[in-house]
C-alpha cells in the first residue's frame, strides 16, 4: 500500500508556471505507474498525464501537452508535475493516484491510490 500527499498548488497568473509535487510513503513506490488527475467545479475528474514506474515511458491529454512535464525521483519517492504556461481553464484541484499495472492507464477508476489533492488557480 501507499499513500500520497501532494504539494505546490497555489494562485498564479495565467502564463505563469508551477510545479506540483506528490511524496508516496513505501519502499516500494518505483515499482508504481504514478499519474495526476484535475477536477475542476462542476466538472468530471480529467487524465493529466502518467508516468511509467522506470520513468521510461510517459503520457499526456491533449490539453496539457507541450506546457506540462511529468517526472519521478524514485529515490525521493517523488512524482513532479511541472506546469508551465498555465491557462485560466488549468484552474482544478489536482491529485496524483499510484496503480500497479502492466501499461499506462488513463482512466481513474483503476487508480486504487489517491492523495487529497492541491488547489491550483490560474488568474487571467
Known amino acids: 500500500q501507499v499513500q500520497l500527499v501532494e504539494s505546490g498548488g497555489g494562485l498564479v497568473q495565467a502564463g505563469g508556471s508551477l510545479r506540483l509535487s506528490c511524496a508516496a510513503s513505501?519502499?516500494?513506490?518505483?515499482?508504481?505507474?504514478m499519474a495526476w488527475f484535475r477536477q475542476a467545479p462542476g466538472k468530471e475528474r480529467e487524465f493529466v498525464a502518467v508516468i511509467r514506474w522506470s520513468g521510461m515511458s510517459t503520457s499526456y491529454a491533449d490539453s496539457v501537452k507541450g506546457r506540462f512535464t511529468i517526472s519521478r525521483d524514485n529515490a525521493k519517492n517523488t512524482v513532479y508535475l511541472q506546469m508551465n504556461s498555465l491557462k485560466p481553464e488549468d484552474t482544478a484541484v489536482y491529485s496524483c493516484?499510484?496503480?500497479?499495472?502492466?501499461?499506462?492507464?488513463?482512466?481513474?477508476?483503476?487508480?486504487?491510490?489517491w492523495g487529497q489533492g492541491t488547489q491550483v488557480t490560474v488568474s487571467s
Open positions: 513505501g519502499r516500494t513506490f518505483s515499482t508504481y505507474d
Open positions: 493516484a499510484a496503480r500497479l499495472g502492466a501499461a499506462l492507464q488513463y482512466v481513474s477508476s483503476v487508480y486504487p491510490y
